[in-house]
Nanobody, 126 residues
């Protein structure tokens, strides 16, 4: 049973920082592509950052220079460091994974992601 468990969300003032973590259980992490998506009510879900097993990364234009995705394969964990947070970053953040569809993962194609966490809320106050 594959399970992705997010942690690290919460409330922060604009300009602040948060680090999200996602622990992957139930499979061998190596070889997977991991991505963070986010969604707010009334808006489409959007890809934020992705990292392939070979270290390739991709970021949404809106977060470039502010967010950093990284992974610790030994710990089966992917991280999203979020800095200079803006009210527009407030959303439910979802950790996702796919063992096969790296291309879709790096293109933020949510339909290509096989596993999803339950999501974690990030609130940014102005």
């Amino acid at each position: 049973q594959v399970q992705l468990v997010e942690s690290g969300g919460g409330s922060v003032e604009a300009g602040g920082s948060l680090r999200l973590s996602c622990v992957a259980n139930g499979y061998t992490y190596s070889g997977y592509c991991m991505a963070w998506f986010r969604q707010t009510q009334g808006k489409e879900r959007e890809g934020v950052a992705a990292i392939a097993s070979d270290g390739r990364t991709r970021y949404a234009d809106s977060v470039k220079g502010r967010f950093t995705i990284s992974q610790d394969i030994a710990k089966n964990t992917v991280y999203l460091e979020m800095a200079s947070l803006e009210p527009e970053d407030a959303a439910m953040y979802y950790c996702t994974a796919t063992p096969f569809a790296t291309h879709y993962c790096l293109q933020f194609q949510s339909a290509g992601m096989d596993y999803w966490g339950k999501g974690i809320q990030v609130t940014v106050s102005s």
